[in-house]
């Protein structure tokens, strides 16, 4: 149980490390509270959340990718937003973003593939080249009844190993 606890306190950091606004900051506050860690946070009171924003890119081929900022998010992109033909990608045994690309039935091309995984590596804890991302079909990510925000289990995956390149997600990315 407390290397569970350590592991979601591990992905609370990464998503504060990568929160850009105060809506972002605000969700995790939210997160927390609600998890039970910021239960005795003085004058703290939990507000109405606005619908979820994660970033949005598009690959060379066209898909768009959903890329959840923080546990809050991961949950919206991987529960709410993922259809079973969907791909969804993952750094491998790190704290980081869950990534969606919608394919709409669609077969994306190997290059769709990489440039989701290195969104994937990027919002990610790791760190170098030949990062570790899993990947799989929406319909093999499953959030177990009960577990904490941002938990999911996969049983059926492939692993990209890519080196992301800020500029190109950069200019992926749609405003």
């Not at 750094?91 to 980081?96: H, I, S």
């Not at 996969?154 to 990209?160: D, K, Q």
């Given at each position: 149980?407390?290397?569970?606890?350590?592991?979601?306190?591990?992905?609370?950091?990464?998503?504060?490390?990568?929160?850009?606004?105060?809506?972002?900051?605000?969700?995790?506050?939210?997160?927390?509270?609600?998890?039970?860690?910021?239960?005795?946070?003085?004058?703290y009171t939990a507000?109405?959340?606005?619908?979820?924003?994660?970033?949005?890119?598009?690959?060379?081929?066209?898909?768009?990718?959903?890329?959840?900022?923080?546990?809050k998010q991961n949950?919206?992109?991987?529960?709410?937003?993922?259809?079973?033909?969907?791909?969804?990608?993952?750094?491998?045994?790190?704290?980081?973003?869950?990534?969606?690309?919608?394919?709409?039935?669609?077969?994306?091309?190997?290059?769709?593939?990489?440039?989701?995984?290195?969104?994937?590596?990027?919002?990610?804890?790791?760190?170098?080249?030949?990062?570790?991302?899993?990947?799989?079909?929406?319909?093999?990510?499953?959030?177990?009844?009960?577990?904490?925000p941002g938990f999911?289990?996969?049983?059926?995956?492939?692993?990209?190993?890519?080196?992301?390149?800020?500029?190109?997600?950069?200019?992926?990315?749609?405003?």
């Open positions: 149980l407390a290397k569970d606890e350590l592991i979601y306190i591990g992905t609370v950091f990464e998503a504060l490390s990568k929160a850009e606004t105060e809506s972002d900051l605000n969700e995790i506050r939210d997160e927390l509270y609600h998890s039970g860690y910021a239960s005795k946070m003085k004058n507000t109405k959340q606005n619908v979820s924003k994660p970033l949005k890119f598009v690959t060379s081929g066209g898909y768009t990718l959903y890329c959840g900022k923080n546990n949950d919206y992109v991987t529960t709410k937003l993922s259809e079973k033909s969907d791909w969804w990608f993952h750094a491998k045994n790190v704290p980081g973003s869950h990534v969606l690309m919608q394919c709409n039935g669609e077969e994306p091309s190997e290059k769709d593939f990489t440039e989701a995984a290195e969104v994937a590596a990027f919002y990610s804890k790791a760190e170098g080249n030949n990062i570790a991302v899993d990947y799989t079909l929406g319909k093999h990510v499953k959030k177990p009844a009960g577990s904490k999911v289990v996969y049983n059926v995956n492939w692993t990209a190993y890519v080196t992301p390149n800020e500029a190109k997600i950069e200019k992926m990315k749609i405003k």
